[in-house]
């Protein structure tokens, strides 16, 4: 039998049933919005399908932290999501909590922007602005090798996935901050422009 399909609307409600924390909901829709924006870049057909993986990419992390990407595919199998869709949104721990390698390109370009997203915020959070709307890459560049700043963000992780996406990393930061301002409000980064 042929798995349904899920829609957007579907995909935070079932975001939403499993985290409650306003920061995991902002960071899930600024990969989705992330996901959406190099979709189109790369002209890739289904918009939908790269905006709905990133949006659902951390849907075990509040409950179950110690199965990161495992207990997702139990949870996306019940609910009859696509495979295409479950080996995405498990690939993104690769090497960290689970042995899916990306391989796709939206499997690719979520490994790759889904630490991004965090260094950038914790990059406009610092600015007087608190906006990514007047974000530059060259300050996202500062930070990315001043290790003891947003150390939780590992740069090795984004820089693998920029070296496996065959791009340049100038380029991914810029198209990152681009989408990032595409979704500034419902991210809360449109700061005070
Ligand atoms: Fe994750
Ligand atoms: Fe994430």
Redesign the pocket.
């Known amino acids: 039998m042929k798995n349904k399909i899920p829609t957007r609307e579907e995909a935070l409600e079932l975001f939403k049933k499993y985290n409650k924390s306003d920061s995991l909901l902002r960071?899930a829709l600024a990969?989705e919005g992330t996901m959406r924006h190099f979709a189109e870049l790369l002209g890739e057909p289904d918009v939908e399908k790269w905006g709905i993986v990133g949006l659902i990419?951390?849907l075990d992390y509040e409950m179950y932290p110690d199965e990161h990407c495992i207990k997702v595919q139990e949870i996306l199998k019940e609910e009859d999501y696509p495979e295409d869709y479950i080996r995405a949104v498990a690939s993104?721990g690769f090497g960290i909590c689970c042995d899916i390698e990306p391989v796709e390109s939206m499997e690719k370009v979520l490994y790759a922007i889904?630490e991004l997203t965090g260094l950038i915020t914790a990059v406009v959070l610092l600015r007087p602005s608190k906006s990514v709307l007047d974000l530059e890459p060259k300050s996202v560049k500062k930070k990315w090798k001043d290790k003891a700043f947003a150390a939780g963000v590992d740069r090795s992780i984004i820089e693998k996935g920029i070296e496996i996406l065959e791009m340049e990393k100038d380029y991914v930061i810029q198209e990152t901050i681009n989408a990032m301002r595409k979704v500034a409000e419902e991210i809360g980064l449109k700061g005070n422009l």
């Open positions: 960071h990969v990419h951390d993104h889904d």
